[in-house]
């Protein structure tokens, strides 16, 4: 029983934050649109004096979008678990830059959550992540 108990806790934080980071991607591509986030973006870098070129702005927030909402929807599903998650590392560094150039005390009310809940997954056996797409495909085939 202590053991699916394990399985469960995995499961639900995987499950919790591919929504978190779905959510946001959403948000950001389909809601706000990434054209006004990159403009909101680079509004934060001028007001800094950081002559950061505006392709350069761009390309970081597609790259953040489409990372969150591929890698989300690939963890939701637990599909290249393991690969989601470096990627997800990989845009919290992103946006943690971003934000800190924009402005060097930032809230980290958006990224901390989500960095220990990626993390704590990484750190967690894989063994205890079962109801993921990817494994029952391993025992199948």
Known sequence: MEYLNFIIATFTIRVLVSILFIDQAQDKIFNIGLKEVARTVEQGFR???????????TLGVYFTAYLELIAGVLLLFGMFRDLALWLLCLDLLVASLGFSLMEPVWDTKHIFPRLAIVVTLLLLPA??????LDYWISIYF
């Open 127 to 132: 063994d205890w992540d079962q109801w993921r």
């Open 47 to 57: 007001t800094r004096n950081l002559m950061i070129p505006s392709w350069m702005i």
